[in-house]
């Protein structure tokens, strides 16, 4: 069971490092002042698995299928609300894909910057800011920053062939129907929406308990990323 790489490996990695290298002041102190957000609670399974595409499948099998289509994406959006007692609350919302391209903000604690990267050029505003500021992968903050972008290498962490997931009621996540999925790996809960309509793209995680519970939902798989570099950036000394 390896789904918490899903929601740690990237986050973590581009919300302490980079946030800390790039925020306004440079302190990475406000993560540690903030309190990490309740954990969200879990959804119970029904009794019995409902009829429909996924009748014939146990919750093993549908995961193992949900996460073999997730890796295949080309392009995605990601919505990430993950708490850590000692980081502070990390927050994503940025659509990246295949290219490395991405758009949107990433926020640890009260630090919050945005980032557009379009090839080897990336753009980053922190919050209250007037001005992007214009850097590329070459210089230690972009590279650090553009690390999140890497679409291929955070659908690398979606893994769990091993899985015991177990089948639960029928949902929808933003109107899209999809079967509810749970499972528990030691002092950690986790409930999957998992499509099921379309290809069966794993749409939303809850983790509960564990160092690190939180959401993490994901939408808009193959659609084009809009980076398009601001007006008039500066220029990273």
Aim: aromatic share 4%; hydrophobic share 35%; glycine share 10%.
């Amino acid at each position: 069971m390896r789904r918490r790489t899903i929601a740690t490996t990237v986050l973590f990695v581009c919300a302490t490092t980079a946030l800390t290298a790039c925020s306004g002041s440079g302190s990475g102190t406000a993560a540690k002042d903030s309190a990490a957000p309740q954990a969200p609670a879990a959804v119970s399974p029904a009794a019995a698995a409902p009829k429909g595409p996924d009748a014939d499948l146990t919750g093993g099998q549908i995961l193992t299928n949900s996460l073999k289509a997730t890796r295949q994406a080309t392009s995605l959006h990601l919505k990430a609300d993950i708490a850590d007692p000692k980081e502070g609350a990390s927050k994503m919302d940025l659509s990246l894909d295949a290219k490395g391209d991405c758009t949107g903000t990433i926020a640890q604690g009260k630090d919050t910057i945005g980032i557009i990267k379009i090839g080897k050029t990336v753009y980053l505003r922190p919050q209250g800011a007037g001005k992007w500021t214009k850097t590329n992968t070459d210089s230690a903050d972009g590279k650090d920053l553009a690390s999140v972008c890497d679409l291929n290498n955070f659908l690398g962490g979606f893994q769990g062939e091993d899985t015991e997931a177990k089948k639960g009621a029928t949902t929808k996540v933003d109107g899209r129907p999809a079967i509810v999925l749970t499972e528990k790996d030691g002092a950690e809960s986790y409930t999957m929406d998992v499509a099921t309509s379309g290809k069966p793209y794993l749409l939303k995680m809850v983790t509960v308990g564990g160092d690190s519970p939180g959401t993490l939902s994901f939408s808009h798989f193959g659609e084009p990323v809009h980076a398009v570099a601001p007006t008039r950036p500066s220029i990273a000394a």
